[in-house]
């Protein structure tokens, strides 16, 4: 607003400083006033405050300042057809003004052309403006909208980690407590044991429970933790040559498996390939032991780099239910089918000719 006063200010004096004041002068100085009042309005009614302006300036030379300060808000403010029409208003007005009013000695023509070209530039300033606006409005909204993406990667991310930490966990969980149930079972059923057998199988049970609730700990942990344990602070991995020592847990609860491996270079096994393998061969074994136990295993692996990897896991079925109190049936072959289709391999299970088989097939690349 005060620009606009100094603009009307300076173009009454350059037109009535040669000459005596008059009636023009009080028109020029009324229009000059009012316009100079109704600049601001500009900010807020752009178009309907430019044409009240364009019509004094056809009046008197001392509203066009405030009236193509007017045109330029339109042309910032206003789609540029409305700009384009109140641009032209404008320049019809002028046409007027110069009609009647004189304009320093100039021809009419020349005077027209340079208001043609003022109102030009203030289109394309208006329009410039306008762009700049609008490219800094979507710029913002895209880095909003980038970062909204974000964090909503990261939460999938950190949902995807817990449920693979959860996962791992329940069949952590289920082979430890499957072993419990099977060392428990065999005291409760034969007590006529040994001391020193009955004091083994307590020692057993005992570092189981304390296994379970170490790891029962770090799954409460995992949900109570915003953010997932860092990959350092995780247990290790099982890999391929794990799966004697896997098989040799299940000898010691009492069950018979028979173990063939006929791998090569085993520990060259990619992580997901070597921990699907382990957690295939853990799920029969558990299976085993809670449908049928005190019937033989037998455990089959083969394979390499690029011949893909066989699991194999059979066991008789059992003439009566053998499932320990306390268990139930889970979704544990749903959870371990998931596990071998993320890595790309296919799972089988099966009755057939009275044994249980449960058979993975997974990709090994070369």
Do not use: C
Not at 100 to 116: E, F, I, Q
Not at 130 to 147: F, G, N, P
Not at 254 to 260: D, N, Q, W
Not at 265 to 288: C, D, F, K, M, S
Request: hydrophobic letters at 45%.
């Amino acid at each position: 607003m005060g620009a606009s006063g100094v603009l009307v200010a300076a173009t009454l004096l350059a037109w009535w400083v040669d000459h005596p004041l008059g009636s023009l002068f009080a028109v020029d100085l009324a229009a000059g006033a009012l316009s100079w009042l109704l600049t601001p309005l500009a900010l807020w009614r752009p178009v309907a405050t430019t044409a009240v302006l364009t019509v004094l300036a056809a009046m008197s030379p001392a509203a066009t300042p405030p009236a193509t300060i007017g045109a330029l808000q339109v042309a910032r403010r206003r789609r540029f057809p409305v700009a384009v029409a109140v641009a032209v208003a404008g320049l019809a007005a002028h046409a007027v003004q110069g009609a009647w009013r004189s304009h320093g000695g100039m021809s009419y023509g020349w005077w027209l052309v340079l208001v043609t070209i003022g109102y030009g530039a203030l289109l394309g300033w208006g329009a410039w403006a306008r762009a700049r606006t609008a490219l800094i409005r979507s710029l913002h909204d895209r880095a909003v909208r980038a970062e909204a993406e974000q964090g909503r990667r990261v939460a999938e991310a950190r949902m995807l980690e817990r449920r693979q930490i959860a996962r791992e966990m329940h069949d952590v969980l289920a082979h430890r407590l499957s072993l419990l149930a099977t060392f428990a079972g065999a005291m409760e059923y034969r007590p006529d044991s040994s001391p020193e057998q009955l004091s083994r199988a307590a020692g057993v049970v005992r570092d189981g429970v304390h296994q379970a609730l170490e790891e029962l700990r770090e799954v409460i942990s995992l949900l109570r933790d915003d953010d997932p344990p860092q990959p350092e602070g995780r247990r290790p991995q099982p890999v391929l040559a794990d799966v004697p020592r896997l098989v040799e847990e299940s000898r010691d609860a009492g069950a018979e498996v028979l173990l063939r491996e006929a791998v090569d270079e085993p520990t060259e096994a990619p992580p997901v390939v070597a921990r699907t393998a382990y957690r295939v061969i853990q799920e029969g074994l558990t299976n085993a032991r809670k449908h049928a136990a005190g019937q033989p295993v037998r455990v089959a692996l083969r394979g390499g780099p690029g011949a893909g990897l066989e699991i194999d896991v059979r066991n008789p079925l059992a003439s009566h239910r053998t499932t320990p109190p306390g268990w139930s049936g889970g979704a544990g072959l749903v959870g371990l089918t998931e596990r071998v289709h993320l890595a790309g391999g296919q799972l089988d299970h099966q009755v057939t000719g009275g044994e249980f088989r449960l058979h993975a097939s997974i990709p090994w690349p070369a």
